[in-house]
C-alpha cells in the first residue's frame, strides 16, 4: 500500500470520493459541496487534509482528516472526518492498514489520539475499530446542531 497527500489538482477526485462515501451510507442528497468550497476549504482555509490509499498507482480510497484540540486534556488528536475505501478492495485488511497510516501519520504531527466516528449500522468497520482496541469517547454520543437549528436556537 502506498499513501499520498491530496493536492490541489486532485480536489475533483476528492469530491468523487465524498461522492462515494455518501452514496455508500444512503446519504447522496446531503452531499451539497462543490470543487471550489472544497479547495478553499483545504487549501485556503486549511481546515481539513486528504489522504489518499493507492494500489498499483491507483487511487482505492481516501481519508478526510483534521486536527482537533482537546480543552480538557491539552493535547492535540487526528479527526477522521471520512475513510471510505472502494468497494473491491474491501475486506483484505486494508481498512486496518489505512488506520494504521492514519495513526503513524497523527503520532508524526504530535497527536496524543485519534478520534472518528461511524455509522452503527455499519458493522464490518465497527467489528474492525473494536477489534484494534478503539473505545467509544467516553460512552458519549455525539450531536450535530444545524444552521436551520442554531438559528431556532438563537430566537428562542
Not at 55 to 67: L, N, P
Not at 136 to 142: K, M, Q, S
Amino acid at each position: 500500500m502506498e499513501y499520498r497527500l491530496a493536492k490541489k489538482e486532485d480536489v475533483s477526485t476528492v469530491l468523487t470520493y465524498i461522492r462515494k462515501l455518501a452514496d455508500y451510507e444512503s446519504r447522496s442528497d446531503e452531499v451539497k459541496v462543490d470543487e471550489e468550497t472544497l479547495k478553499k476549504a483545504m487549501f485556503e482555509d486549511h481546515l481539513g487534509e486528504v489522504v489518499f490509499m493507492m494500489e498499483d498507482d491507483r487511487i482505492i480510497g481516501y481519508c478526510f482528516f483534521y486536527t482537533i484540540f482537546s480543552s480538557f486534556s491539552g493535547k492535540k488528536k487526528i479527526y477522521l472526518e471520512d475513510l471510505y475505501i472502494d468497494e473491491g478492495y474491501r475486506g483484505k485488511g486494508r481498512g486496518r492498514d489505512f488506520l494504521k497510516h492514519m495513526a503513524k501519520l497523527g503520532i508524526e504531527r504530535g497527536c496524543q489520539a485519534m478520534a472518528w466516528g461511524s455509522q452503527n449500522w455499519n458493522i464490518p468497520a465497527v467489528s474492525l475499530y473494536l477489534k484494534i482496541g478503539a473505545e467509544t469517547e467516553n460512552g458519549r454520543t455525539h450531536f450535530e446542531l444545524s444552521q436551520v437549528g442554531m438559528i431556532k436556537l438563537i430566537n428562542e
